[in-house]
């Protein structure tokens, strides 16, 4: 199964930013719609943002307009560009494989990468 890696997370203060990353193994990464999670404590990971082998996103209105997820194939990575950052962004973030609409694809997540979002 193919490995996972999130990283750059970390405190931020409200309204600033903050550029996750996710560096995915194996040679098909271009193959694949990929696509952000969070988790907050005690819930279910919830997808915020997805991007598609063509470059097509999506996000939920929670994030829309503060959140978007380039990727760079040659690199098999794929980010998260988080701005004006509130407090109820403070989550776990992971990324996965995307195979139709929010559904992750990869059973075996990574460790995530904590945001915290507190003045």
């Known amino acids: 199964q193919v490995q996972l890696v999130e990283s750059g997370g970390g405190l931020v203060q409200p309204g600033g930013s903050l550029r996750l990353s996710c560096v995915a193994s194996?040679?098909?990464?271009?193959?694949?719609?990929m696509g952000w999670y969070r988790q907050f404590p005690g819930k279910q990971r919830e997808l915020v943002a997805r991007?598609?082998?063509?470059?097509?996103?999506n996000y939920p209105d929670s994030v829309k307009g503060r959140f978007t997820i380039p990727r760079d194939n040659a690199k098999n990575t794929v980010y998260l560009r988080m701005n004006s950052l509130k407090p109820e962004d403070t989550a776990v973030y992971y990324c996965?494989?995307?195979?139709?609409?929010?559904?992750?694809?990869?059973?075996?997540w990574g460790q995530g990468t904590q945001v915290t979002v507190s003045s």
């Open positions: 996965n494989r995307v195979v139709s609409g929010s559904t992750p694809w990869y059973s075996s």
């Open positions: 194996g040679t098909a990464f271009r193959l694949y719609a």
């Open positions: 991007i598609t082998t063509g470059d097509a996103t």
